[in-house]
């Protein structure tokens, strides 16, 4: 097991079950984004929701491309995921009741302890995982997947530590730290992406990257998130002059899709040169209810409750990743994966709020149980080479994030894509970051194959979604093949 967040601490406990785990990774609790995470758990547990309507909202935030067998699981055991923390001794906010957030239309994000959700999650499974003496934990970081007779059988670890296994399952979370501008880890680099793809694992829908509207934006302090709640409770977006803006952009204003307030919040800023802020004053106890956001302003010398705080958006959420079936299976045998290092189709081309702790828990729990084959996703065709070399050792970390954030943010053009994907591919840097650069480099050219803008991907040269494009792209060591998406069936 590689990975100590929601999907790896939840995946080790039910696969102990199973006999012994080795539990690989560092201790420092916020390289998982897990502890960051302040919004909920999405699980349709409320009165007047259900399965089917979670089902709906995941399927109109992934804008065409959910694999919806991989949501159909998500939204049926959630609820069970959910049910079995409580169980186990976990407590959740307002006595269990699930709370109303942007893009449900149903109660159904439950909360536990306000907006830190994540970080009593983490600290209650990590606590749940450190008492089992099943599972041994060795702090290091992996650094390759031994592959035997086609078959993941253990992992390289640093100082050239190997450790056997039947299996592995990666658990490594996303990549979102190769921006800059991002919301989580600066660790998050993307190391499964890179651990599979170095095995001649599958990875898919590298393109999509969710993009948070809200992030702080202070010279010299992280981008840290904003919580959609706060708008949800009457925070304003507004210009330098205190003009309210998201109202000339869609019906919802400020409560309107993150991708659509992304590019809004972006195109204000570039129109007046001048910052865009957002406005809490008008919520009542904004920093005791909203502790984290309110303690992230101070950090950057701001009080929330008395001013409007600059914010721009920031790198999210990473949609892509190593290509699993329901079960966490890879193309590689005996190697999984879940949670945010995964991607089964559930999210799409865009990830509905709160579903990804879900999904942690969902496909965590099934990676333990799942049984050796089949592998069930069928990508087609021969695939088509890579035109590009990969990068050799990249370029530094600095530079990668500075052009990831200038050319692969909120809005693309195939011209600079073009270029991004030059400059990364052979890139040889004393110092460079290998992980990142690889990473980066996968995401401009999947970015720049794609010619539509569809979720988390917008491209300013094919402004509108084209139906043609409603396929997966996947892509290994080999080159790039397609996955179709299954016809939707009619629900409502
Ligand atoms: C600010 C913020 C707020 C969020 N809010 C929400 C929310 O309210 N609801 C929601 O559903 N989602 C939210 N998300 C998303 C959610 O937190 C993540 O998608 C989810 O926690 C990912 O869990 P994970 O277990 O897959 O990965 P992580 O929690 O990121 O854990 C990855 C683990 O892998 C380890 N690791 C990395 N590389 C290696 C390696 N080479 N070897 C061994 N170990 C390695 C890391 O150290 C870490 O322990 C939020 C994200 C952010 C950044």
Redesign the pocket.
């Known amino acids: 097991m590689?990975?100590?967040?929601?999907?790896?601490?939840f995946c080790a406990l039910h696969a102990a079950e199973r006999g012994p785990v080795t539990l690989?990774?560092?201790s420092?609790p916020l390289?998982?984004?897990?502890?960051?995470?302040?919004?909920?758990?999405?699980a349709a547990l409320g009165p007047d929701d259900s399965p089917e309507l979670h089902a709906l909202d995941t399927l109109d935030a992934g804008a065409g491309l959910c694999d919806e067998r991989a949501v159909e699981v998500l939204v049926r055991e959630a609820p069970q995921a959910v049910r079995e923390l409580q169980a186990m001794g976990m407590a959740f906010d307002e006595g269990g009741t699930p709370s109303l957030e942007g893009g449900h239309r149903a109660r159904r994000v439950m909360h536990a302890g306000g907006d830190a959700?994540?970080r009593v999650l983490?600290r209650f499974l990590g606590r749940r995982v450190a008492d089992d003496t099943r599972v041994q934990w060795i702090d290091?970081?992996?650094?390759a997947i031994v592959l035997r007779d086609g078959r993941a059988a253990g992992v390289v670890l640093e100082a050239d530590r190997r450790v056997e296994s039947d299996r592995v399952v990666l658990?490594?979370?996303?990549a979102?730290g190769i921006f800059g501008r991002?919301?989580?880890?600066a660790?998050?680099l993307g190391?499964?992406v890179v651990?599979a793809w170095d095995a001649g694992a599958a990875l898919a829908d590298l393109e999509f990257i969710q993009f948070h509207p809200t992030a702080l934006d202070v010279p010299g302090h992280p981008a840290?998130?904003l919580t959609e709640a706060l708008r949800g409770e009457g925070a304003l977006l507004v210009d330098a002059k205190g003009a309210r803006f998201m109202p000339r952009f869609h019906e919802l204003a400020e409560l309107a899709p993150r991708d659509v307030v992304a590019r809004a919040v972006v195109q204000v800023r570039e129109q007046t040169g001048e910052p865009v802020y957002l406005d809490a004053r008008a919520i009542a106890d904004v920093t005791t209810r909203f502790p984290v956001a309110a303690e992230s302003c101070l950090q950057a010398g701001l009080d929330i409750s008395r001013e409007p705080v600059p914010v721009a958006p920031a790198a999210?959420?990473f949609v892509g990743g190593v290509l699993t079936d329901t079960w966490g299976r890879t193309s590689i045998p005996g190697l999984l994966a879940?949670?945010?290092?995964a991607s089964t189709g559930v999210h799409g081309a865009n990830r509905l709020?709160?579903?990804?702790?879900?999904?942690?828990l969902v496909f965590?729990r099934r990676a333990a149980l799942a049984a050796d084959e089949p592998w069930g996703v069928e990508p087609i065709g021969d695939p088509t080479p890579h035109e590009l070399a990969p990068p050799l050792r990249g370029l530094t970390l600095g530079e990668v994030r500075e052009l990831c954030d200038r050319f692969l943010g909120v809005r693309r053009r195939g011209d600079e894509l073009s270029d991004v994907t030059s400059t990364l591919s052979g890139s040889d840097r004393d110092g460079g970051n290998h992980i990142a650069t690889l990473v980066a480099w996968i995401v401009a050219l999947a970015a720049l194959r794609r010619l539509e803008s569809r979720g988390g991907h917008f491209r300013e040269d094919f402004p509108q979604p084209d139906p043609n494009w409603r396929i997966r792209q996947v892509v290994d060591r080999g080159g790039w093949r397609t996955l179709a998406v299954p016809e939707a069936q009619p629900r409502r």
């Open positions: 590689l990975g100590r967040g929601a999907a790896g601490l690989v990774a560092p420092a390289g998982s984004a897990t502890a960051w995470a302040q919004g909920g758990i999405a959700s994540g983490h290091q970081l992996a650094r658990a490594t979370g996303g979102c991002r919301t989580g880890p660790t998050s190391d499964g651990l840290r998130l999210h959420y879940c949670g945010e290092v709020a709160s579903n990804s702790l879900a999904e942690a965590g």
